[in-house]
Antibody, heavy 119, light 106 residues
Framework: EVQLLESGGGLVHPGGSLRLSCAAS????????MTWVRQAPGKGLEWVAT????????FSADSVKGRFTISRDNSKSTLYLQMNSLAAEDTAVFYC????????????WGQGTVVTVSS | EIVLTQSPDTLSLSPGERAALSCRAS??????LAWYQQKPGQAPRLLIY???NRATGIPARFSGSGSGTEFTLTINSLEPEDFAVYYC????????FGQGTKVEIK
């Protein structure tokens, strides 16, 4: 059974940092590109960042470029999102999702972790 | 950036009725379009990929059509569990989602 389990969310002050993790199981992690998608309270889905299966290609949304860094450790089947300079508008549920290299859709999704940025 | 506009924002229907959801792209995405279903408190679930292919385990009452800039998700004979929010997503240029269409019980 495919599982993606996010962790690391919580309450952080504006300007603070947080590191999210996504532990994968049930599929060959090193064959899958991985993505972070977020959803602000009561809002729609927003793509955040994507990393290729081997970690050599990284793409980020303009809204997080220079503040958020996506990375992965294939030996641990784990995806990360380092978030710096957090602001109130970053408050959201953060989902990790995976897709086979070359696919144009997000096949597997985690249940999400909540990030709240507030003073 | 390619903008996806979904319509309507809300669709009020009764169980057994047919739902037709629209997704329009600001420029051609060929068939690089997917549809997702999201229920309250849950993660999105992939329904349709590459515009018209059903994902594994998705019932046949869900179908997708279109190419270029105009796409439709059709749900034939709505079941109680189909009332949810639906999002389209493109992967022609970066990745973007539509704003969502809520299918609610009339």
């Amino acid at each position: 059974e495919v599982q993606l389990l996010e962790s690391g969310g919580g309450l952080v002050h504006p300007g603070g940092s947080l590191r999210l993790s996504c532990a994968a199981s049930g599929f060959t992690f090193s064959n899958y590109a991985m993505t972070w998608v977020r959803q602000a309270p009561g809002k729609g889905l927003e793509w955040v960042a994507t990393i290729s299966a081997g970690g050599d290609f990284i793409f980020s949304a303009d809204s997080v470029k220079g503040r958020f860094t996506i990375s992965r450790d294939n030996s641990k089947s784990t995806l990360y999102l380092q978030m710096n300079s957090l602001a109130a508008e970053d408050t959201a549920v953060f989902y990790c999702a995976g897709f086979p290299t070359g696919a144009r859709y997000f096949e597997y999704w985690g249940q999400g972790t909540v990030v709240t940025v507030s003073s | 950036e390619i903008v996806l506009t979904q319509s309507p924002d809300t669709l009020s229907l009764s169980p057994g009725e047919r739902a037709a959801l629209s997704c329009r792209a600001s420029q051609s995405v060929s068939t690089s379009l997917a549809w997702y279903q999201q229920k309250p408190g849950q993660a999105p679930r992939l329904l349709i990929y590459d515009a018209s292919n059903r994902a594994t385990g998705i019932p046949a009452r869900f179908s997708g059509s279109g190419s270029g800039t105009e796409f439709t998700l059709t749900i034939n004979s709505l079941e109680p569990e189909d009332f949810a929010v639906y999002y389209c997503q493109q992967r022609s240029d970066s990745w973007t989602f539509g704003q969502g269409t809520k299918v609610e019980i009339k």
